[in-house]
């Protein structure tokens, strides 16, 4: 089975069934990635830039690195980049805008995993994704954030406490 | 990259670390069953899809630029010793007219020659012809071949 690197040579070069083995690869965690950094919002569109700036940037992809840290650090960027555009849009409980129409029971939408995620700031809640959705370690962590491991120590131990904030404020 | 397996472990770790959090076992508890709750509402096979459609005119243009640049580098390639053997074939042609002047008329001697470069230019000009060809071939093949 070819590795993803040997893949995004493969790519570079237009080849449609590398993409396709690579979409499949990784189409889950990637969009899990992206909802939960976004909320659930506008994740076809991030999907598909990430995608579309691998396939245009495929030439230019260090074979000493891993394509894994490459294209969540694509997703990364577009993430940041989304939640720069549109700040106001972006802190807004994501329940609310997903489906305006639904009734929402304001308790349980106030202990919801997202909104809770929604509730961290950037760099925090990057971190607890990466940590605890996508089971890494603090060294891929740091490797995919360009950031010390101790920074991502420091950035998971105060998510985790502004989580608790918040679930002791949100209690009932 | 896979979701997580012991997800517990990220928060245990931090208890490890924080007084707070290890004196409120019951509240760390509470944030990695809320954690654990969210779930992804994405279709992903229906996102895979759409990506497809959207990159496969990307990915046919990438395909067609690397073959026109691989098509003009052979040919490229191909054309730098020609002069070389344009010069070399003149210098056997004259050296041949020269001695067929010596056992032939004139007119039968640059017949001869005239006959002969023509016979080259054809040949030269089906090898230059083919090397696009055989360039396209080759590259198609082995597209092919990677499905």
């Known amino acids: 089975m070819a590795t993803d690197e040997a893949l995004v040579v493969e790519l570079a070069t237009g080849n449609e069934p590398a993409l396709c083995e690579l979409l499949r690869r990784y189409e889950r965690p990637l969009s899990n990635f992206i909802y939960r950094h976004t909320a659930g919002r506008d994740v076809e569109d991030i999907f598909q830039e990430t995608w579309l700036r691998v396939v245009r940037q495929a030439k230019r992809f260090d074979r000493n690195k891993r394509f894994s840290t490459w294209l969540f650090q694509i997703a990364i960027n577009l993430c940041r980049d989304w939640h720069r555009r549109a700040p106001e849009e972006a802190s807004a409980d994501p329940k609310e805008s997903a489906d305006a129409s639904r009734p929402i029971d304001r308790a349980e939408a106030r202990l919801d995993a997202d909104a809770l995620l929604a509730r961290l700031p950037e760099p925090q809640r990057e971190v607890v994704i990466l940590r605890y959705y996508h089971d890494l370690s603090e060294d891929q962590v740091a490797e995919l954030l360009d950031c010390p491991k101790g920074t991502v120590k420091s950035r998971l131990h105060n998510a985790l406490a502004r989580l608790l904030a918040l679930t002791k404020e949100d209690k009932p | ?147």
Do not use: K
């Open chain 2, 1 to 147: 990259m896979t979701e997580a397996t012991d997800r517990h472990s990220v928060l245990e770790a931090h208890a490890g670390e924080c007084a707070e959090c290890r004196n409120d076992a019951a509240a760390l508890d509470r944030i990695g069953r809320l954690l654990q709750s969210s779930v992804v509402r994405v279709d992903v096979a229906a996102l895979s899809q759409h990506t497809m459609t959207l990159l496969r005119p990307e990915l046919s243009r990438r395909a067609r630029s690397l073959l026109v640049r691989r098509v003009l580098t052979a040919t490229l390639l191909a054309l730098l010793p020609l002069p070389l053997v344009l010069i070399y074939d003149a210098y056997l042609l004259d050296a041949f007219y020269q001695i067929a002047r010596l056992l032939l008329p004139a007119a039968i001697a640059t017949y001869l020659v005239a006959t002969y470069v023509a016979f080259l230019g054809l040949l030269f000009g089906g090898t230059y012809a083919a090397i696009p060809l055989l360039v396209a071939r080759r590259a198609t093949a082995a597209a092919a071949s990677g499905e």
